[in-house]
């Protein structure tokens, strides 16, 4: 079975505070994203990867940044939290080929206060 | 209109019960397609992928309509433990494209 595993289940931090969301999958997947996920709102897309060093911006990057130096991990940056950025945050992981399906962690919840 | 869409619900229904719901796409070149069960402040976990013949798994089917750009659930039997939210997604041309509907949210009562 596909494990990703995301590093904190709950996170509170501070107006203004870098945060640090980490991300680590064990089936060599080249594939990696990042989510958040609101009410009402469904999945959105921060940013993916689909190599070592290679980033890409999804729908919603502004306020975000990436780190993928190793294959298996894939980092979410925050750069100075803000409360709008309250949410559920979803990292995933998948093989190449249009068959196949996303692999969750199982979220990480942050409150910015 | 968005282009990936799915009535919200809830759809409440009795145990023992089949319901069905649908998931309407706009992009006609879309590529793959999956449903997705998600339990209530946990993350996604794959149900099934949606393949152009229709497939079973057990008491759930999916089915894909590319004439009319949907795809389809359905639970026969349905159990108390069916209760969730079900995601649709689907991927467009790319690896990289995937959009999500923002759910349908079944609950099953007893």
């Known amino acids: 079975d596909v494990k990703v595993t995301q590093s904190s289940r709950y996170l509170v931090k501070r107006t203004g505070e870098k945060v640090f969301l980490e991300c680590v999958q064990d089936m060599d997947h080249e594939n990696m994203f990042w989510y958040r996920q609101d009410p009402g709102l469904g999945l959105r897309l921060i940013y993916f990867?689909?190599?070592?060093?290679?980033?890409e911006k999804g729908d919603i990057p502004e306020g975000y940044s990436v780190s993928r130096e190793k294959k298996e991990r894939f980092s979410l940056i925050l750069e100075s939290a803000s409360t709008n950025q309250t949410s559920m945050y979803l990292c995933?992981?998948?093989?190449?080929?249009?068959?196949?399906?996303?692999?969750f962690g199982n979220g990480t919840r942050l409150t910015v206060t | 209109r968005k282009e990936v869409e799915q009535d919200p619900g809830p759809f409440n229904v009795p145990e023992g019960a089949t319901v069905a719901f649908n998931c309407t796409y706009s992009n006609s070149a879309s590529q793959s397609f999956f449903w997705y069960r998600q339990d209530c402040r946990k993350e996604p976990k794959l149900l099934m992928s949606v393949y152009s013949s229709g497939n079973e798994d057990g008491r759930f089917t999916a089915q894909l309509n590319r004439a009319s750009q949907y795809i389809s659930l359905l639970i026969r039997d349905s159990k108390l433990s069916d209760s969730a939210t079900y995601l649709c997604?689907?991927?467009?041309?790319?690896?990289?494209?995937?959009?999500w509907g923002a759910g349908t949210k079944l609950i099953i009562k007893p």
């Open positions: 995933a992981s998948t093989e190449p080929g249009r068959s196949s399906p996303l692999h």
């Open positions: 997604v689907v991927r467009g041309d790319s690896n990289y494209q995937l959009i």
């Open positions: 990867s689909y190599d070592v060093k290679m980033k």
